[in-house]
């Protein structure tokens, strides 16, 4: 593999070729996506390393006093070829990255998992490299839909986050941030975000305008007069709460002007290196407290806890190097309403195999620079939910054309749909005149044909309902939606990945939207139970069984032709219902069926793995008996059960007792289904359910098919 290395003598730096690292007990391997370049302290380490031996030692002194120390003990000649031996050795360059879990070492099985994506954290670990081993307390989960050159700047979000920690800012604090670089900047975002009046000062009068944007209050740029007299009208003549000195330099005038704008007894907290030598008078008469903060936070520097996964007591440390990490990719999730914005800190983006351009870049100073960020080919990016354009139907009625009445149109949708207000029945298609005409007549269409066409070019049609057998469900969908208009589609919503790729490009251009049948997630009792499930934080396992009966050996459903088999036909549905009640993307899929002893394969068992760690198998079978319950869900999280039966009666098990509630008749949601369709049809959208959220379980679908071929586990978001 490809590592950035740094001589430790020489300083010269290059993109080198290096055996590839193996995962070891209490680890990760991790295939880096992402990496950043932290131009403060990576270029302090680079300068430091380029110095004479005359010149380390002028920088380094305690080092100075442990070689003399050695030499009086142990001889010069035998000094000198350990310094030596020391100078030699490799540098490893970076330590804030991100990347995809490739192997899962001993103890973490079910805390980690393949496929995903992490930050990393550690000097040494999370090195500019295509690999990099790291261990359980410096990686932290990224969140879905934030993109991995964001989560690369975990670490330094980390660093300054634990400063911030260490002011003890509250609510409507004025707290001034000296410097504001890449760790100032990130300072002045996270101090905005907890309810802080930041005051962002320092020389570039650029990096004071991005820091504007990003929450300061207040900038000031460094020299210019008036600095004290504005942060008394500021704070209504009391100063600075707590002061964040994040700025570079060997000089100590960032303490002095700490403590002029310091109130009484207040806070200061050292994240960047700079000169200590402060006026004991100016902090002795304010009673200043001055921290230097620990990089990440509590546990760095620490063997037991980096190393060896050691944790500490949470009642004590709330807030570890490891749970700042996590917090600060947390607050990079796009879903949030307020966020932490590391996408505006990104100046440069290099491909890996130009690290060497990078660093000239870094460390000459050629041309202003903030977050610089490496990398990796094959980044596995999430897709941020709705990646489609918004719908652009005109809110109105709801025009309804069909094509295809078969026996579950004419007896469940059609009936439901000719009583819902606002949806006017305009065309029905079917492939038999006698056939339409009798729709017509039974549910009051205005027309009946038997060209599709005439449903598509119909402009006063807004919406389709497709309810054919499954073979073309794909192609109607795709061509209704490049018509502009809305389809609901029973499901499937496609037979193989190509059928999904044609309706997702139709859909990418298209002014409607689209929407699958899969009714369960409709039903009252998935809504209740999605809603429990949600309150409880942490991974859920959910065990879905279905008493699905047998299906004649010559029914439509089972031919390849028509209707692809119940996996695709049937089996969608209690995978979506999964997907709906983890509210998580499914990360993986694998199946085992049953020896086939008729008909098609409607006998096996599958297992779904979702991105937030959480567990679903769902058995399906033909084998039992119909006087059975068809179907029983049960979900487990955060010390609570949750059961549906058949979606008669729902159950909720906590603290030792049981509720049951029971509905007067069965609801599978399909009135809630054709109802929200309407009314987004009505409002112009968008759709009342995800759109990629509907491809995704329709992936996770065709992927169960995929594993029983292949007989392994098949992934369905992230890298194959």
Not at 144 to 166: K, L, N, Q
Not at 403 to 418: D, W
Request: include cysteine.
């Amino acid at each position: 593999m490809k590592q950035v290395i740094q001589s430790a003598r020489t300083g010269k730096l290059s993109l080198r070729d290096v055996p590839e690292p193996r995962v070891r007990s209490g680890h990760l391997l991790v295939a880096s996506r992402a990496s950043l370049i932290s131009a403060g302290t990576e270029r302090m380490v680079i300068d430091f390393a380029r110095k004479s031996l005359a010149g380390k030692a002028k920088e380094r002194p305690d080092l100075v006093r442990k070689v003399i120390d050695k030499a009086r003990r142990d001889g010069i000649l035998s000094t000198f070829k350990a310094v030596m031996a020391r100078l030699d050795e490799p540098l490893p360059l970076g330590y804030s990255a991100a990347g995809q879990v490739v192997a899962v070492g001993a103890g973490l099985e079910g805390a980690f998992r393949v496929g995903q994506r992490v930050a990393m954290a550690g000097a040494g670990l999370a090195n500019h490299a295509e690999l990099n081993v790291v261990p359980r307390n410096l990686a932290a989960a990224i969140p879905d839909g934030v993109p991995d050159e964001h989560a690369a700047f975990g670490t330094v979000g980390a660093i300054a986050m634990a400063g911030i920690r260490s002011l003890s800012a509250q609510l409507g604090d004025v707290t001034a941030v000296l410097g504001v670089g890449l760790i100032g900047q990130l300072a002045v975002q996270l101090l905005a975000l907890q309810g802080a009046r930041v005051v962002a000062i320092d020389t570039n009068p650029q990096r004071l305008a991005l820091a504007k944007t990003l929450g300061a209050e207040l900038t000031w740029i460094l020299g210019e007069p008036g600095l004290a007299e504005a942060v008394a009208a500021l704070s209504g003549g009391i100063g600075c709460d707590s002061v964040l000195i994040a700025a570079a330099t060997e000089s100590s005038d960032p303490l002095d002007l700490a403590a002029e704008l310091a109130r009484d007894r207040a806070r200061v907290v050292l994240v960047g290196k700079t000169g200590t030598t402060f006026d004991y008078a100016a902090f002795m008469k304010k009673e200043l407290s001055l921290t230097v903060s620990r990089s990440y936070g509590p546990g760095r520097y620490d063997d037991d806890f980096e190393g060896r996964g050691v944790k500490y007591p949470v009642g004590w440390v709330r807030w570890t190097e490891t749970e700042n990490l996590r917090e600060v990719v947390r607050l990079m999730d796009p879903a949030l309403p307020r966020r932490l914005d590391v996408g505006a800190l990104i100046s440069h983006r290099f491909d890996f195999g130009q690290a060497e351009t990078a660093y000239r870049l870094v460390t000459a100073g050629t041309e202003p620079h903030l977050g610089v960020v490496l990398t990796y080919g094959g980044a596995a990016e999430t897709r941020p939910t709705g990646i489609f354009p918004a719908p652009r139907g005109k809110a109105g009625a709801c025009v309804l054309g069909v094509i295809g009445a078969g026996n579950f149109a004419r007896t469940v949708l059609l009936p439901e749909l000719a009583r819902l207000p606002g949806v006017e029945m305009r065309t029905i298609c079917t492939q038999r005149g006698a056939s339409a005409e009798h729709g017509q007549q039974t549910f009051g269409f205005a027309s009946a044909t038997t060209d599709m066409d005439s449903v598509l070019n119909d402009p006063a049609i807004n919406a389709v309902l497709v309810a054919t057998r499954h073979a073309n469900h794909a192609e109607m969908v795709a061509r209704v939606l490049a018509a502009g208009k809305s389809v609901l589609v029973e499901k499937p919503l496609a037979l193989d990945r190509g059928q999904l790729e044609q309706v997702s490009a139709a859909r990418e251009g298209s002014a409607g939207f689209f929407l699958v049948g899969f009714n369960r997630r409709f039903a009252p009792m998935t809504v209740k139970a999605r809603a429990h499930l949600a309150r409880h934080a942490g991974p859920k396992v959910l065990v879905l069984r279905v008493n699905a009966g047998a299906l004649p050996a010559e029914s439509w459903v089972n031919a390849a032709e028509e209707g692809g088999g119940r996996i695709l036909g049937e089996l969608c549905h209690f995978i979506d219902l999964a997907r709906v009640l983890v509210a998580s993307p499914i990360a993986t899929v694998q199946a085992d069926a049953a020896r086939v002893t008729h008909g098609g394969c409607d006998d096996l068992a599958v297992t779904l793995t979702f991105q937030d760690g959480s567990l679903a198998t769902i058995v399906y079978t033909a084998q039992g008996d119909s006087a059975h319950s068809k179907e029983r869900f049960e979900c487990f999280a955060g010390g609570t059960v949750v059961a549906i039966d058949n979606f008669l009666t729902l159950s909720v098990t906590e603290a030792g007792k049981t509720r049951v509630e029971k509905a007067l008749g069965q609801d599978k949601g399909h009135r809630a289904e054709l109802e929200a369709f309407v009314g987004a049809v009505r409002t112009g959208g968008p759709a009342p359910a995800d759109e990629t959220e509907l491809m995704e379980t329709s992936l996770a679908t065709i992927a169960v098919l995929d594993s029983l071929r292949d007989g392994g586990r098949v992934r369905v978001t992230g890298e194959p």
